[in-house]
C-alpha cells in the first residue's frame, strides 16, 4: 500500500489563522443580490432576455458565495469564537436551505473518510454498475446540492440532535423564502426563484469538477484545484484550491492561495490535477470522459510517492 500523505510540517502558524474580514462577505453578497433581483426583474430593454439572463447566473453566483461561507464556517474558520462561528454558520445555514449541524456532520466525514463508503456526500461509493453511476452522476450535475443540502444534511443532523435542533434549519428557510415570494411584487418574487434554482444547479456543477471524473480512491488525484483565484475567493472562498484544501481543511480558503505556491511542484509530483477554470475543466472532461465516471486509479506508486488522504476519525457532533 502506498505511504499516506500526512502533509508538511513547515507551515507557519499565521496560515491557519481565521479571517477577520471574511465574514463580512456575507454583506455584500446580500447587497449584490437584492441588487440583481431589484434591476433584473424589472429590465426591459433591448437584449432584454440576454440581460435578464445575466442577473440571473450574477445572482446564483451569490448563493454559490454564501453556501462558501457555510462551508467555511464548518471548517471553524468564520470566527475565532466556536460560539461565534457557529452562530453565524446557523444563520447562513438559513439562507442556503439546510441543516448547519448536518452539513457540518457531513462534510467533515467527507474530508476524513474521502472516496470511502463511509463519505456521505459521494456519488460513487457505494459501487454501482456503470450506467447506474452514470444515472446518478448526471442526477447529481443538476440537482446534487438542493438534494443534500434540504434532505440529506437535515437526515444526518437527525442522527446526532433531536428533531428541533436538526430541521430548524430547513424549515426556518423554506418558510422564510416562501413568505418573501408572497410579499414581494410578482416580478421580483418570480425572478427570486429562478435565482435560487440557478444556484442550485451552478452549485450542484461546481461540485461535480472537484472530484468527479478522476480516480476512485481515497488520493488528492481525486481533488481538482482551480488556479481562477478571483473568482474564487470572490465566490468561493478560496476552496477553487481543492487539492490543498483537502490535505490541509485547517487552513481558511483566504489562506490557501499562498500555501497552493508552496505546495504546487509537490502537489504536480504526484498527479494532482490541476485546471485554469471550472468551465473549462468541466466541458475537457465531459468529452473526454462523458458524464465523468470514475477512472481507474495507479495500479502502483513508485517508491517515495505519496498518495493522500487516509480516512481518519472525526467527531461530527456539531457544538
Request: net charge positive; with cysteine; proline share 7%.
Amino acid at each position: 500500500m502506498a505511504a499516506t500523505y500526512r502533509g508538511r510540517g513547515d507551515l507557519a502558524p499565521g496560515h491557519f489563522a481565521p479571517v477577520a474580514w471574511q465574514k463580512w462577505k456575507l454583506l455584500p453578497y446580500l447587497a449584490a443580490l437584492i441588487l440583481s433581483i431589484a434591476v433584473g426583474s424589472v429590465y426591459s430593454h433591448p437584449y432584454a432576455v440576454l440581460v435578464k439572463a445575466i442577473f440571473i447566473v450574477f445572482g446564483a453566483l451569490q448563493f454559490v458565495g454564501i453556501f462558501g461561507l457555510m462551508h467555511e464556517s464548518a471548517h471553524g474558520h468564520l470566527a475565532r469564537s466556536g460560539k461565534a462561528n457557529r452562530l453565524l454558520g446557523e444563520m447562513i445555514s438559513v439562507l442556503v436551505g439546510t441543516s448547519y449541524s448536518g452539513y457540518r456532520a457531513a462534510h467533515l466525514t467527507h474530508h476524513a473518510r474521502f472516496r470511502t463508503e463511509g463519505d456521505p456526500q459521494e456519488v460513487i461509493f457505494p459501487r454501482r454498475s456503470a450506467p447506474a453511476t452514470m444515472i446518478l452522476l448526471t442526477f447529481a450535475s443538476v440537482f446534487g446540492a438542493p438534494i443534500f443540502l434540504l434532505i440529506r444534511a437535515p437526515l444526518i443532523a437527525l442522527k446526532h440532535n433531536n428533531v428541533a435542533r436538526a430541521l430548524w434549519g430547513p424549515i426556518a428557510a423554506v418558510t422564510f423564502y416562501v413568505v418573501l415570494v408572497m410579499v414581494l411584487p410578482g416580478a421580483q418574487g418570480h425572478f427570486l426563484l429562478l435565482t435560487i434554482a440557478a444556484g442550485s444547479v451552478l452549485g450542484s456543477l461546481n461540485d461535480m469538477v472537484y472530484h468527479q471524473g478522476l480516480v476512485a480512491e481515497d488520493s488528492l488525484q481525486a481533488c481538482t484545484s482551480f488556479d481562477c483565484d478571483l473568482f474564487g475567493q470572490l465566490f468561493l472562498s478560496g476552496a477553487n484550491r481543492h487539492a490543498e484544501h483537502h490535505a490541509y481543511p485547517a487552513v481558511p480558503g483566504p489562506r490557501l492561495v499562498q500555501v497552493s505556491k508552496a505546495l504546487r511542484e509537490e502537489f504536480v509530483a504526484i498527479g494532482v490535477p490541476y485546471e485554469r477554470s471550472f468551465a473549462v475543466s468541466f466541458i475537457r472532461r465531459f468529452f473526454i470522459n462523458p458524464l465523468f465516471l470514475p477512472l481507474a486509479g495507479p495500479a502502483e506508486l513508485s517508491p517515495g510517492e505519496v498518495t493522500p488522504g487516509e480516512p481518519a476519525e472525526v467527531e461530527v457532533r456539531a457544538s
